[in-house]
């Protein structure tokens, strides 16, 4: 396999992790609650396939790049890579978000301290 032809089943993988992020994403905002497992399902796949294609990537010497074509195809490959880290970024807020809704009203807030006990601090620190 030539780096340009690893480069590409990478991109491709690229590809199809984005649309799942985006999958992942408009479910999230639509059903205020966690993935279900088909989506999970698919995430392990693409984990393993992500693997394979890492592998085959390592695998080529650094230094065999085919030249003119192969770095605005990596600079694709690295756009893609960090639009799927930002949405990624994303739904986990999302998912953070949803989880503590679920909790029972969020994160609990600590109660302000006594105004005696304030100044009490004040008048020793001053």
């Avoid at 396999?1 to 799942?20: E, F, G, I, S, W």
């Avoid at 192969?70 to 639009?83: E, G, S, V, W």
């Amino acid at each position: 396999m030539t780096p340009m032809q690893a480069l590409q089943l990478h991109q491709d993988l690229c590809n199809d992790l984005h649309q799942l992020a985006l999958e992942e994403n408009s479910y999230l905002q639509q059903h205020r609650r966690t993935p279900d497992a088909t989506l999970l399902a698919k995430k392990k796949g693409l984990l393993a396939r992500l693997n394979e294609t890492l592998a085959a990537l390592r695998a080529q010497p650094r230094h065999s790049a085919e030249g003119a074509p192969f770095r605005p195809a990596l600079d694709k490959t690295r756009a893609r890579i960090l639009q799927i880290l930002q949405l990624d970024r994303e739904n986990e807020q999302l998912l953070l978000r949803f989880s503590l809704a679920g909790t029972g009203g969020g994160v609990a807030v600590a109660a302000s301290p006594a105004r005696s006990i304030l100044q009490k601090i004040y008048q020793r620190h001053a």
